[in-house]
């Protein structure tokens, strides 16, 4: 593993522990962490992946706000991916249904009113 691979892992998993509490979330999401994190999901180390997950599922669950700003950012794609073909602990720290059904569903079903506008 290079050197910087190993800081990114190390960065996400404060990340991730920040996420828990609210000082901790509320950063994340003022400051930028959102895309990094949904980044990570995407193109990250299974480890990355699985403490990026972790943090979106901890600011999902405490706030519709930055809730909107992780399906802005793209993360159901390589949230999905990543429930499929992860570590068990990655598809453990999942999104759970109810949460998909509060905050997902309502945002599927703007996003197909919108493209349904465009076409």
């Known amino acids: 593993m290079e050197p910087a691979a190993g800081m990114v892992d190390q960065a996400v998993a404060v ?5 828990t509490i609210q000082e901790g979330r509320i950063a994340i999401g003022q400051e930028g962490g959102i895309p990094v ?6 193109l990250g180390s299974a480890r990355g992946k699985e403490n990026a997950a972790a ?6 669950t405490h706030s519709n706000r930055f809730c909107s700003m992780v399906l802005q950012e793209g993360a159901v ?24 059904q509060r905050f997902f ?15």
């Open 55 to 60: 943090a979106l599922l901890q600011l999902c």
């Open 37 to 42: 994190l949904v980044e990570v999901v995407e």
């Open 77 to 100: 794609p390589p949230l999905v991916a990543l429930s499929q073909s992860g570590t068990p602990q990655a598809k453990e720290k999942q999104i759970p249904q109810s949460v998909r």
């Open 105 to 119: 569903s309502p945002a599927l079903e703007h996003l197909s009113v919108h493209l349904e506008s465009q076409g």
């Open 15 to 19: 990340l991730a522990n920040l996420a």
